[in-house]
C-alpha cells in the first residue's frame, strides 16, 4: 500500500456510515428531508472528502517539508474538486429561492439571519480553539506586538488565514477558511441578482448591506485570496445554471435515469483521471455536468439518499471546518509529528480510519450542541431582529 492508495477510501467510507447511524441516534439528530435530497447525501461525501485530501497532504507535508498537491490525480482532486461542488450547491440553492421568491417574495432579513446563525457559531467555536493552541503552542508568550495581535485576530473575525503570534493557523486549519469568504461573497451578491434577474426589488437599506458586504469581500479575496479567485468564483456559475435547468420539462426524468448515472460516473472519470489535475477549467465543466445530474435527483444508484449518507451531510460543515484541527492535534498534542513521519502507509492509513471514526462522533456533537440551536433560533432572531431594525 502506498500512501495514495485508493484501497482504504471505501473501507473507510463504510465505516463513517456504520458510526454516524448510532451516533446521530444517540443524540437525536435527524437526517434532513428536504426538497433536494441527493444534495444532503452528496454534501457529506464532499466535507469527507475534504478530509481525506488533507490526510494525505499532510503526510507529504511530513516528509518532504512541502505542503502542496499529493502527488495523486484522485487525492488531489478530492480538495479543491469537492470545494468547487460545495460552491456549486450553494449556487444553486440560493438561485432557486431567488427563482421562486417571484412569486412568493424573499424575506431578505430572515436569509441573512440565518446564514449567520449557520456560519458564525461554530466558526467562532473554531477560533476560539485556534486562539487555545496558539497559546499551547507558544507557551502563552507574545512573539509580536499588541498591536500585531489583534490586527491578526481581526483577520480571522474577516475569514482571513494570517499567522497569530507566530504560529502558521493556516496549517492548523488546513487552509479552509477561504472558501467562506468566496461563501460571503456570493451571499452578499444575491440581491444585485434578484433585482436584476427576477425582477425583485430588496429595500434601499437592504441593497445597501449587500452592496458594504459586497466591496468588504472583494477586499478580503483581492487581499488574501488572489490566485485563481475567478476560477474558484466560476463554480457558483454551474449552480446557477442549474437552478435554471433542473426546472425544465422532463429533466428530472432524465437526470434520474440509470444511464444519467454511468454518464455522471464516466465524467468524473474523465474530470479526475484523463484532464490533467492542474487543467482547471476543463475538470470544472465536466463538475458541472455531474451537479447537474445529481440536482435533478441522480441518486448515483441510491448511494446519495442512504440514511447514512444524508446524516453525514446534516454535520458536512463540522467536518469541514474541524477536520484540519483535528489532524493537527493527533499529530502534534496525542502522537508527535516525529512518531507520525515514521509510520509505514499502512500503519499512517489505520491511524487515518482511527482519526475518521473520532471526527465524525465529534462533529455528530458539534451539530448537536452548537449548529442545530443556532439553526432553530433564525426565526425568533429575525423577529427581534426586525423590532429594532424595520426592513
Not at 463513517?16 to 444532503?40: C, E, F, H, M, W
Not at 498537491?69 to 431567488?98: E, R, W
Amino acid at each position: 500500500m502506498t500512501p495514495v492508495s485508493l484501497l482504504p477510501i471505501i473501507p473507510i467510507l463504510i465505516l463513517i456510515g456504520l458510526v454516524v447511524l448510532p451516533v446521530s441516534r444517540l443524540l437525536g439528530i435527524q437526517a434532513p428531508q428536504g426538497k433536494y435530497r441527493t444534495i444532503d447525501g452528496l454534501r457529506g461525501y464532499l466535507a469527507f472528502f475534504v478530509f481525506l485530501h488533507h490526510s494525505v497532504v499532510w503526510y507529504y507535508f511530513l516528509h518532504t517539508g512541502s505542503w502542496s498537491f499529493p502527488p495523486s490525480a484522485l487525492y488531489h482532486h478530492l480538495g479543491p474538486g469537492s470545494v468547487s461542488f460545495f460552491f456549486m450547491i450553494t449556487a444553486f440553492l440560493f438561485f432557486s429561492k431567488l427563482m421562486d421568491a417571484r412569486e412568493k417574495g424573499i424575506d431578505w432579513s430572515k436569509l441573512y439571519i440565518s446564514r449567520f446563525l449557520r456560519i458564525l457559531p461554530l466558526y467562532f467555536f473554531l477560533l476560539i480553539l485556534l486562539f487555545l493552541i496558539t497559546g499551547i503552542v507558544t507557551g502563552w508568550k507574545l512573539n509580536e506586538s499588541p498591536s500585531q495581535l489583534l490586527r491578526h485576530i481581526f483577520g480571522w473575525l474577516l475569514f482571513m488565514e494570517p499567522n497569530l503570534n507566530g504560529v502558521t493557523l493556516r496549517l492548523v486549519i488546513a487552509g479552509v477558511i477561504w472558501s467562506l469568504a468566496f461563501e460571503w461573497l456570493f451571499y452578499f451578491s444575491l440581491p444585485f441578482w434578484g433585482l436584476l434577474l427576477f425582477r425583485l426589488k430588496p429595500s434601499a437599506m437592504v441593497l445597501l448591506f449587500a452592496a458594504a458586504g459586497l466591496a468588504l469581500f472583494v477586499w478580503v479575496i483581492y487581499s488574501f485570496y488572489p490566485v485563481m479567485a475567478w476560477q474558484r468564483m466560476s463554480a457558483f456559475i454551474g449552480g446557477m445554471l442549474a437552478a435554471y435547468v433542473v426546472k425544465l420539462p422532463g429533466f428530472r426524468e432524465t437526470a434520474s435515469h440509470w444511464s444519467t448515472t454511468i454518464f455522471i460516473i464516466g465524467l468524473l472519470y474523465i474530470a479526475i483521471f484523463i484532464i490533467p489535475p492542474f487543467n482547471y477549467p476543463f475538470s470544472l465543466l465536466c463538475f458541472g455536468a455531474c451537479f447537474l445530474g445529481i440536482a435533478g435527483g441522480n441518486t448515483l444508484f441510491g448511494l446519495l439518499t442512504l440514511k447514512a449518507s444524508r446524516l453525514l451531510g446534516q454535520i458536512s460543515y463540522s467536518i469541514y471546518l474541524l477536520h484540519g484541527l483535528l489532524l493537527f492535534s493527533t499529530y502534534n498534542f496525542v502522537i508527535s509529528f516525529r512518531v507520525v513521519q515514521q509510520l509505514s502507509p499502512q500503519n499512517y492509513w489505520l491511524m487515518i480510519t482511527g482519526i475518521a471514526v473520532v471526527l465524525i462522533i465529534i462533529c455528530c456533537i458539534t451539530y448537536r450542541f452548537i449548529e442545530k440551536p443556532c439553526l432553530e433560533a433564525a426565526d425568533n432572531a429575525t423577529k427581534r431582529i426586525k423590532q429594532i431594525i424595520p426592513t
